[in-house]
């Protein structure tokens, strides 16, 4: 069973696993929460990022993606929902430039850690983009119409491509290296940052999809 569905869920697989190899926007959040805040806010982030992958592929799976793809007027305003989504991330990120005193890495309780991660699945299920990558991924993977199983295994495949991709992000950004030169750079990283999602909420906002 497994075997007539695999070349079609490996080329699925791999191409996610390009994407998250480019950097994009949960990347640079990433970036953000792993060089400010440490470790386990990170990899919580990641987390949430990969929450919202499994949303989406089960979502493009059951054909709720490609009804809102459809639907022009639900498509702007998810479209405008995560550009607003991402001036909300800039404008943090103005914010912590223009502090004048230094970021510290402090302990963060388990409430906090798990806003992150809530920001990561927020910023993964409501851009548009990402719908329109899924819908991409879920026909080469072929799995619209494949047994249970095979959507298991392949939602299952999923989850980890995001997570081991993002975390691997999220250790290597908050490792000591990083971090002091996060520290050394804060203003001109969260600036980066700052523009980066500014631009991206722009495009988003005016690049019809």
């Not at 305003?77 to 103005?94: I, M, N, Q, S, T």
């Not at 991409?136 to 959507?151: C, E, H, M, Q, Y």
Request: glycine content about 10%.
């Amino acid at each position: 069973m497994f075997s007539d569905y695999l070349p079609q869920l490996v080329l699925a697989w791999s191409i996610q696993a390009v994407g998250i190899m480019s950097p994009g926007p949960s990347v640079a959040l990433i970036l953000g929460v792993a060089t400010s805040r440490g470790r386990l806010p990170s990899l919580v982030t990641a987390f949430g990022v990969a929450c919202g992958s499994i949303v989406l592929s089960v979502a493009t799976i059951i054909g709720l993606t490609a009804i809102l793809a459809q639907v022009a007027e639900l498509m702007t305003v998810l479209r405008w929902l995560g550009a607003a989504y991402l001036a909300w991330l800039a404008f943090k990120a103005f914010r912590n430039a223009a502090s004048a005193s230094k970021i510290l890495v402090e302990p963060v309780g388990r409430e906090s850690a798990w806003r992150t991660g809530l920001a990561g699945f927020a910023l993964q299920v409501s851009n548009p983009k990402a719908i329109m990558f899924w819908l991409a991924i879920a026909s080469l993977g072929g799995v619209g119409d494949a047994p249970l199983p095979v959507v298991l295994l392949f939602v299952a495949v999923v989850f980890l491509n995001s997570f081991v991709g993002h975390g691997a992000y999220a250790v290597l950004l908050s490792s000591a290296p990083a971090r002091n030169a996060y520290g050394r750079a804060r203003r001109y990283i969260e600036s980066g940052l700052g523009c980066f999602f500014l631009f991206a909420g722009f495009k988003l906002a005016t690049t019809r999809l």
